[in-house]
T-cell receptor
Framework: QQQVKQSPQSLIVQKGGISIINCAYENTAFDYFPWYQQFPGKGPALLIAIRPDVSEKKEGRFTISFNKSAKQFSLHIMDSQPGDSATYFCAARGGFKTIFGAGTRLFVKA | DTGVSQDPRHKITKRGQNVTFRCDPISEHNRLYWYRQTLGQGPEFLTYFQNEAQLEKSRLLSDRFSAERPKGSFSTLEIQRTEQGDSAMYLC?????????????????FGPGTRLTVL
């Protein structure tokens, strides 16, 4: 019930394309869903986040779509750039504990 | 740099040795978290402090692991009698209970991590 399942494990996208990463959760007590970006040798950094009372959140090229009834949420990266190449983690938080997905390694081809 | 700092960045040790890592959170943050991240996985929660009180420990934190935050500022994570399975990146994060904006919601800010290799 504590798991957050993330797919795909890896993703290759052409420059200018759309990158889509999906996540699913089971615990309905989660009340905050952040996405993190991690570059090699660095800690994760918050990219964008959403609360379950909202179905979509957009910040620049990054959009979260949230489906509360299906307990699924996804990250869309529009106009993907080589600089977006990194590992992306979805997460779900209940109280102070954050549960992370296994990560998606994104590579954007120039 | 006013972010979360961790020391050392890398540690190589032999099996059976003790190691200690330090985390300095963002100065006004009273909440501090330790995570462990193995290769190809997301961070796994280890423990949580609010000020100097350790309020939650994961079952992942065996009795060989101990964490402290004696004055509610920096924190240390000690691993005794290290095993090869302890090899991982140990991440520290801090947060403040005060809202920091519409999308932050008591957001955790991560440090760069300490990479531990146990030979």
């Amino acid at each position: 019930q504590q798991q957050v399942k993330q797919s795909p494990q890896s993703l290759i996208v052409q420059k200018g394309g759309i990158s889509i990463i999906n996540c699913a959760y089971e615990n309905t007590a989660f009340d905050y869903f952040p996405w993190y970006q991690q570059f090699p040798g660095k800690g994760p950094a918050l990219l964008i986040a959403i609360r379950p009372d909202v179905s979509e959140k957009k910040e620049g090229r990054f959009t979260i779509s949230f489906n509360k009834s299906a307990k699924q949420f996804s990250l869309h990266i529009m106009d993907s750039q080589p600089g977006d190449s990194a590992t992306y983690f979805c997460a779900a938080r209940g109280g102070f504990k954050t549960i992370f997905g296994a990560g998606t390694r994104l590579f954007v081809k120039a | 740099d006013t972010g979360v700092s961790q020391d050392p960045r890398h540690k190589i040790t032999k099996r059976g040795q003790n190691v200690t890592f330090r985390c300095d959170p963002i100065s006004e943050h009273n909440r501090l978290y330790w995570y462990r991240q193995t290769l190809g996985q997301g961070p796994e929660f280890l423990t949580y402090f609010q000020n100097e009180a350790q309020l939650e420990k994961s079952r992942l934190l065996s009795d060989r692991f101990s964490a402290e935050r004696p004055k509610g500022s920096f924190s240390t994570l000690e691993i005794q009698r290290t095993e090869q399975g302890d090899s991982a990146m140990y991440l520290c994060a801090s947060s403040s209970p005060l809202a920091q904006g519409p999308s932050s919601y008591n957001e955790q800010f991560f440090g760069p991590g300490t990479r531990l290799t146990v030979l």
